[in-house]
């Protein structure tokens, strides 16, 4: 069974960058044909996709947080890492990574394991 979970800060102040890790176990971020993204909740609202890597270490994200964004990985230790620069308190949300097939990491839908998400407050 494929495992996730998340980790990092609680709390990063305004205008510092975000850094998150997602740790994967029962199963490798480089096997065909899965693709690893990072989602976000804010409160009381719906889930926000921003970014993904691929099995072979392609990287997209959102249009609408490119500008801030940054995806990596570590593959001997099987973790993939987002960083998202120069945040405000409008960042303040639920952080999750998950698992799709890659021909489904754009519909939210699609992903089968998700972490159990860390809380991310941005505030000075």
């Known amino acids: 069974q494929v495992q996730l979970q998340e980790s990092g800060p609680g709390l990063v102040k305004p205008s510092q960058t975000l850094s998150l890790t997602c740790t994967v176990s029962?199963?490798?971020?480089?096997?065909?044909?899965?693709?690893w993204s990072w989602i976000r909740q804010p409160p009381g609202k719906g889930l926000e996709w921003m970014g993904v890597i691929t099995y072979d270490g392609s990287t997209y994200s959102s249009p609408s947080l490119k500008s801030r964004t940054s995806i990596s990985r570590d593959t001997y230790k099987n973790q993939f890492s987002l960083q998202l620069s120069s945040v405000t308190p409008e960042d303040t949300d639920k952080y999750y990574c998950?698992?799709?097939?890659?021909?489904?990491?754009?519909?939210?839908?699609?992903?089968?394991?998700w972490g159990q998400g860390t809380q991310v407050a941005v505030s000075s």
């Open positions: 998950a698992r799709a097939r890659t021909e489904g990491w754009g519909k939210l839908y699609e992903y089968d394991y």
């Open positions: 029962g199963g490798s971020i480089t096997t065909s044909y899965y693709a």
